[in-house]
């Protein structure tokens, strides 16, 4: 079943939209905050599709990722009883931020950096790193490398595969998709 391909084929063109840098900084900010799907899923296209700008797309993600962090930080740490609670209970993330919580305990700062550079929901621990009111600037610090190693790596990889990485890439999309997906359910499985 071929889903991806034209999912890809869509995110190429939005890739080379005039304004795809604003789209992207604005999808890094929001996914940090609230949104669900990840920043690779632009940046990785974007990269593919201008090559040369590689290195300034994933500055941009990585900073308007970091300042989304900033506003999840600041939702924890000032609104969570009072507001951010009753969205994380509608949407069905309690049990996460329980779990968020539990790993900031045993662990600390380092699930920030692993939170940032993993695709482990970074905007769970974002909002329970300010419920925890932990440092904020070793919290920006740890954000800064985690998210910029993996945007970098992200925008790297694609500048240096270029046009035969593009054209492997839409070749094998559609079982890249479902292996991904695949990967997702057993990690939620054996979350639960």
Do not use: C
């Not at 969570?80 to 509608?90: L, T």
């Not at 779990?99 to 329970?128: L, N, Q």
């Amino acid at each position: 079943m071929k889903i991806f391909t034209p999912l890809y084929d869509w995110a190429m063109r939005v890739a080379r939209h005039k304004y795809s840098a604003y789209y992207l900084s604005f999808m890094s900010f929001a996914e940090s905050v609230f949104f669900p799907v990840p920043v690779d899923v632009m940046l990785a296209p974007m990269a593919l599709a201008k090559p040369k700008s590689a290195w300034y797309y994933a500055f941009l993600a990585t900073v308007f990722s970091v300042l989304g962090g900033v506003v999840g930080y600041y939702l924890g740490y000032a609104m969570f009883d009072s507001f951010v609670v009753g969205i994380v209970e509608s949407i069905g993330y309690q049990h996460k931020l329980d779990i968020a919580r539990s790993w900031f305990t045993d662990y600390g700062i380092w699930v920030i950096f692993v939170a940032s550079f993993t695709p482990i929901p970074y905007k769970v621990f974002t909002i329970m790193a300010g419920v925890m009111a932990m440092a904020f600037w070793p919290f920006i610090l740890v954000s800064i490398i985690g998210r910029g190693l993996r945007f970098f790596l992200v925008a790297g990889l694609m500048k240096w595969g270029g046009a035969p990485m593009e054209a492997k890439l839409r070749k094998y999309i559609d079982i890249l998709g479902w292996v991904v997906i695949a990967l997702i359910i057993i990690v939620l499985i054996i979350i639960r």
